[in-house]
């Protein structure tokens, strides 16, 4: 070992203190600015995989390569730390590269903005749907998250359209199915955590009343006849149950007051008159 050997850096720890080294910020994320493009807000996902090694994604579309090339980097230091540190490397090799100023209000990771996580709906075992809400404005953020080839959690859907992803709780919807229960089929996944919290088996598609998916919720619902659609009493609500009708996905209809969604209906009439309205429509 000579006196100039990095102590103990992997793969991985070499190439973050490479990203700390060039500038790339935020320090300390996940997700920092990437060298292959004029990253303002960070876009590049540096994941830890097996061995240490790198795993890269550019949200904003550069391959590896491109990345690396930026750095003047090898593809071999995705694998294995340099002899030489990343601070000597960045200054041998990287002194021409500057990134604009970070901006973190536009996009990147909501928790970088000052937004707290509230809820994280899964989609199957690999697609979650997470929930943010600022503390102070009260705004609302959803984002996506993934599993990728290498089996770890990464933002965004990396190229799935949402109309690939399974129907909300579909395994559970499958159940209920299987039991001839009935399924209320509802606009958010909020409401149908509420109504699963109440005994009930419940479903919604990924997108929200704007871009109904059809095709999943055929492969969980199609011909059942237990299906009762709740939707939002409201202008996109009607819509998306104008679609769903067409889709055959509609057999009975609770509508609720105008204004509500399910999950206020629910609260509104309360548990007991609630399971009465489904069970006769149902029975
Ligand atoms: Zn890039």
Redesign the pocket.
Known sequence: MTAHAPARLDAHGWFVALLDAVGSGPIGKRVRQ?P??G?GAP??SVGRGEDGRVLLH?H?G?DTRK?LAALRCPMARLFKPATTTPVRFARMFCGGLTFPPLDMRGSGHPGGRGYRFESEHPYGDRWWLIRHRHPVTGAKELSWECRNPDGLRVPGLLGTPTAALPAYMAAEVGKAVAMGEPVLLVESESSVDALMRAGWYATTWAGGAASVQVRPLRAVLADYPHTVVIPDHDDPGLAALATLRTAGLAPHVLMPDPGEDARELLARVGPGAFRSLIEEMTR
Do not use: E, K, N, P
Request: glycine share 10%; aromatic share 0%; hydrophobic share 30%.
């Open positions: 990437c292959g493009h990253d876009s590049l550019c904003a550069c990345v």
